[in-house]
């Protein structure tokens, strides 16, 4: 089974996120993208920057099966654990998303966590984009604050108390 958070970082935030990885890890390995713990690995690929657009990066933990070759399974898996919880206690993840020339039929997301550092970027920056991949369609944005998109209370005769 593979367990993968996407996220949105700049490398301020990569390199708060390595510190504290650092201390639930046996290695980091930059150069594959990896963190070692015993004789498994988590994959760890930063988000990339290019000009004005952020790409997702990835955690991710293939737990596998009886076959996977990894002894360590249960330790790895409670680094990932340990990992994914620093990651939702510190980032955001109240993000919209949407296909290109279709804004109009933006969603929310669950599995996408903006960083710190991330965040006010995208603030700040009118010309940011943050998407998949530097081809990708599907864009992401901080999502409005549920105030800002109107009420949710029923309108019309339709939804009228009965007396």
């Not at 004789?39 to 099966?65: A, H, R, W, Y």
């Not at 020339?101 to 996408?112: A, F, I, L, P």
């Not at 991949?133 to 019309?156: C, Y």
């Amino acid at each position: 089974m593979k367990a993968e958070l996407q996220l949105f970082m700049l490398p301020s935030d990569v390199e708060t996120f390595i510190h504290f990885a650092k201390d639930h890890v046996d290695s980091i390995n930059e150069t594959d993208q990896c963190f070692t713990v015993g004789d498994c690995e988590l994959g760890f690929k930063p988000s990339q920057l290019i000009e004005n657009t952020l790409m997702v990066g990835t955690l991710s933990i293939d737990s596998g099966g009886l076959d996977d070759g990894c002894s360590d399974h249960l330790r790895a898996n409670k680094s990932y654990r340990i990992l994914r919880r620093w990651i939702k206690e510190n980032y955001d993840n109240r993000l919209s998303t949407w296909t290109e020339g279709e804004q109009h039929k933006m969603g929310r997301t669950r599995n996408q966590w903006l960083a710190p550092d991330a965040k006010v970027w995208k603030q700040s920056n009118e010309m940011a984009v943050m998407r998949f991949s530097q081809t990708s369609p599907v864009l992401f944005d901080i999502a409005p604050e549920f105030v800002t998109i109107g009420s949710i209370e029923p309108k019309g005769e339709k939804f009228k108390a009965r007396s």
